[in-house]
């Protein structure tokens, strides 16, 4: 059950010649798509405006990165590990509610039942926690994180993959 991506997108995998829009997406997307959850000090604490580029370098190394392209722009990217944590998944802003999400889920899960995982999690924003929750994950606990003083809720959620 693959989600289409638009015609006019295709997936690829991550470059690291990637890395400053792929964070530069993150950003804006903290930044534009999560006001309605987050205010400005957690935003702000999720994605200070100056991005440890090393850290994320280290970051995108430990996972698998899939990246929607539409043309030369980066629509969104989603980053999984093999173990059948979805660790990241956001869109850009100017792509949201296109479908980008979703393809880009439907494409790490057809992977990772690839791989022969059956189970999945992910610990999702509050914005994120609808999504996840139409993909067929459920809460399993309610946390919080802390960066510096400023404490951000999100829900951990998981899903089993039940066989095809």
């Not at 957690?42 to 994320?56: G, K, N």
């Not at 990165?65 to 998944?89: M, N, T, V």
């Not at 479908?99 to 924003?125: D, F, I, M, N, P």
């Amino acid at each position: 059950m693959t989600s289409p991506l638009p015609a006019t997108f295709n997936l690829r995998a991550y470059q690291p010649e990637d890395l400053p829009a792929v964070v530069a997406l993150f950003q804006a997307s903290v930044s534009q798509l999560t006001t309605e959850h987050y205010d400005a000090a957690q935003r702000q604490a999720w994605s200070p405006e100056v991005a440890d580029l090393q850290a994320w370098q280290t970051r995108f190394a430990s996972i698998e990165l899939l990246i929607a392209e539409d043309g030369c722009a980066i629509a969104g990217f989603i980053g999984y590990s093999l173990d059948g944590h979805i660790d990241l998944l956001f869109t850009a802003p100017g792509f949201a509610r296109q479908g980008v999400a979703s393809a880009l889920y439907a494409a790490a899960e057809q992977r990772l039942r690839a791989a022969g995982v059956r189970e999945l999690h992910t610990e999702a924003s509050l914005v994120a926690q609808a999504f996840f929750a139409g993909q067929g994950f459920s809460v399993q606990q309610a946390q919080t994180v802390t960066r510096g003083a400023v404490i951000l809720p999100r829900m951990l959620m998981g899903k089993i993959l039940e066989p095809r």
